[in-house]
């Protein structure tokens, strides 16, 4: 088939390169515009989709809108069979969604309707699901509100992180969309609606969610920094200085009966919440590296009995 592929980020590649080596034409790729980055930020760097489709030989499109009569003509030009949209980071207009012969299909990293919307792996684990997955959906102009054609369900473990989930389910995505347009190809994907009932929306990380609250239970403060690592990171302060945690794990024989929220309660950094405690296990100072724990002691030295902000 005449393939139109648009997505933005790493997530999206492995689906794009599914899609070329099962022999479709991709016949464009659209994707953000390069953005400031390089050493020093002064340099525009394409977005990851962007440089594999280059590879690839694909022509690529970064238009700034989908929308007005010239990004429509361009589009319909293309004489696609089918769209595939992979965090793409742009909403596509109904005169965009019109075009290809056979619609436009999303891959979107949730178990829909639960967590439409922009942050569905985050929010997942900061919610304490103990289960996800992927799901190929038909697009319509509402947001991630269309009928869904394949899913694939993934176990969230108890001390998986946004990133392990992300790679989990990028691989995933891309095999079920390879399924997706063979069957799509010979008339045989059916679509079923979403349930009204069940509508959850993963709203965008914002930074000021960022900190850790160590008042919360330990398992909320757990699933906290889990939900955020390794980017954009749960942070406490110490000394004035931020220090992410990337990895943590819960810790409840550590409690003690009077500890103050935050409070160190032994030299292998375990925590007190409100209720229950989490131990650290690894953790990146301001500017620096990740490190385990146990290097980070050997840097800070005891840190028992001391309030973390």
């Not at 659209?30 to 594999?52: E, T």
């Not at 290809?100 to 999303?106: S, V």
């Not at 909320?220 to 939900?227: A, E, K, P, S």
């Not at 009077?258 to 500017?287: F, H, N, P, T």
Request: contains cysteine.
């Amino acid at each position: 088939m005449r393939i139109v592929f648009m997505g933005t980020p790493d997530f999206a590649v492995p689906t794009l390169v599914e899609i070329v080596g099962s022999g479709h034409e991709v016949v464009a790729v659209y994707s953000r515009a390069p953005a400031a980055g390089g050493r020093r930020g002064l340099d525009l760097v394409p977005s990851p989709v962007h440089r594999a489709a280059e590879r690839l030989g694909i022509p690529v499109l970064t238009p700034s809108t989908l929308r007005g009569e010239e990004a429509v003509t361009t589009f319909a030009g293309h004489e696609a069979d089918v769209a595939v949209v992979v965090a793409y980071g742009r909403l596509l207009p109904q005169a965009i969604l019109d075009l290809p012969r056979l619609g436009c299909l999303n891959l979107h990293a949730s178990l829909l309707p639960r967590w439409r919307g922009a942050a569905p792996i985050q929010r997942a684990i900061m919610a304490g699901d103990m289960e996800t997955g992927i799901a190929v959906m038909k697009m319509e102009a509402g947001l991630d509100t269309g009928p869904v054609g394949l899913v694939e369900r993934v176990a969230i473990g108890p001390d998986m992180t946004a990133g392990e989930l992300h790679d989990r389910l990028m691989i995933t995505g891309g095999d079920l969309i390879g399924r997706a347009l063979a069957a799509l190809e010979r008339g045989a994907l059916g679509f079923t609606p979403q349930p009204e009932a069940g509508v959850t929306y993963a709203a965008k990380i914002e930074k000021g969610e960022t900190r850790i609250d160590w008042r919360q239970p330990a398992r909320d403060v757990h699933n906290h920094i889990r939900g955020l690592a390794p980017f954009p990171g749960a942070w406490f302060e110490l000394d004035g200085a931020r220090v992410k945690v990337l990895r943590s794990t819960l810790a409840g024989e550590a409690r003690r009966e009077g500890a103050m929220s935050g409070e160190v309660l032994d030299d292998g950094l375990a925590i007190a919440c409100g209720a229950g405690a989490v131990r650290l296990v690894e953790v990146q100072k301001a500017g620096g590296r990740a490190m385990a724990a146990a290097e980070f002691l050997r840097g800070a030295g005891s840190m028992k009995g001391r309030i973390l902000a």
